[in-house]
């Protein structure tokens, strides 16, 4: 047995007092973590039901409702979800992302990013880059007159992927990091960390239990609702992807990082990188306003900049259709401008 994987054990045995999630957070303090984002995530939890609505707007007293901060001691877990300040403490909150010009990392690099984030914006952050990066095609589903636009690889599994590499990766390597890698041929999602001992990547592809590494932190997610903990998740996502006509997702350790990859074709003629899209790809079964609704419906809290990555079209052109839909009494904005949410009004 390796010096790593007896650490390893070791650390598992001690889980439930002495984790990494759990110690005191080094030099960070109330100011330092993001407001805004901890009251969205009150007003989600609320909305969920899977926090008290007596729950103060005061950010420590919603730590303390989490869990995140204990005896007034803010716990690794709350930086992580929450942190602004990373360096130098706090290095592995790292998101990469690269989008590479033929099958391996030798070849072209054609877009890179790097940037140090909270859990939440990570997410987000992620998204946005796969929307921009990945082609939009489109097909006319027989029997339909509209025509369908889709991405090579179902949203909801990435989304689902991501979440979980964000959620159970391991924290306490400085060294660690996630990775989103775009090639011609697949996508790579990899995460820092092996899998918590008795899981093995064959029973991702089937029934399991759910064992959690860093239980703080998905429960947060949780009462976001933004995820279940159940375990449910890599089969959700095979079955989406076999739902989608694609092959289903591949489960992986390599290097002391789990690795999931897509396999799906993108194709060098298809890299946006940050551009818009064609006006081609905007005509569809439903108008943009309606394709905001819907996205609004599922993320109340998402930004301008988000739909319009999402979306395809420039920011400035969201906001006119924003306009538009509050003064047609189809939408209005709760709470202010940063840190509020949109309500789609049936």
């Given at each position: ?55 103060s707007t005061d950010i420590g007293d919603i730590l303390d ?61 992620g998204m946005a880059f796969l929307d921009r990066t990945l ?190 839909l509050k003064e047609k009494g189809k939408l209005k904005r ?13």
């Amino acid at each position: 047995m390796s010096q790593e994987r007896y650490e390893s054990l070791l650390l598992n045995r001690a889980h439930a007092r002495r984790r990494w999630e759990n110690q005191p957070a080094v030099d960070v303090e109330l100011l330092d973590l993001d407001k805004e984002e901890i009251l969205r995530t009150r007003e989600a939890a609320i909305r969920q039901r899977r926090i008290s609505t007596e729950t103060s707007t005061d950010i420590g007293d919603i730590l303390d409702r989490l869990g995140l901060r204990r005896e007034g001691i803010i716990t690794q877990a709350a930086q992580v979800l929450f942190g602004t300040k990373f360096l130098p403490d706090y290095p592995q909150c790292l998101l990469k992302m690269g989008r590479f010009r033929g099958t391996k990392v030798t070849g072209d690099i054609l877009d890179n990013r790097q940037e140090h984030l909270n859990a939440f914006t990570m997410i987000r952050q992620g998204m946005a880059f796969l929307d921009r990066t990945l082609p939009l095609a489109a097909k006319f589903p027989e029997g339909k007159i509209f025509r369908e636009d889709r991405l090579p690889v179902p949203p909801n599994a990435l989304r689902e992927i991501l979440l979980n590499a964000i959620m159970h990766r391991d924290y306490s390597d400085p060294g660690g990091h996630i990775a989103l890698a775009v090639f011609d041929d697949r996508i790579e999602i990899r995460s820092s960390g092996r899998l918590p001992a008795g899981l093995t990547v064959e029973m991702l592809s089937g029934p399991h239990l759910s064992k959690l590494r860093n239980p703080l932190i998905p429960d947060t997610f949780h009462r976001t609702g933004a995820v279940e903990i159940w375990g449910r998740g890599t089969n959700r996502v095979i079955d989406e992807c076999k739902r989608y006509g694609i092959a289903p997702s591949l489960f992986e350790e390599l290097q002391g990082y789990l690795v999931v990859t897509f396999r799906a074709s993108i194709g060098p003629e298809s890299v946006h990188l940050g551009t818009k899209r064609p006006k081609g790809s905007q005509k569809g079964s439903q108008k943009s306003s309606q394709k905001i609704l819907e996205q609004i419906t599922r993320q109340p809290e998402v930004t301008i900049d988000e739909l319009a990555a999402h979306i395809g079209i420039s920011s400035r052109a969201i906001k006119k259709h924003l306009r538009n839909l509050k003064e047609k009494g189809k939408l209005k904005r709760i709470g202010p401008d940063r840190g509020g949410r949109w309500e789609v009004i049936s």
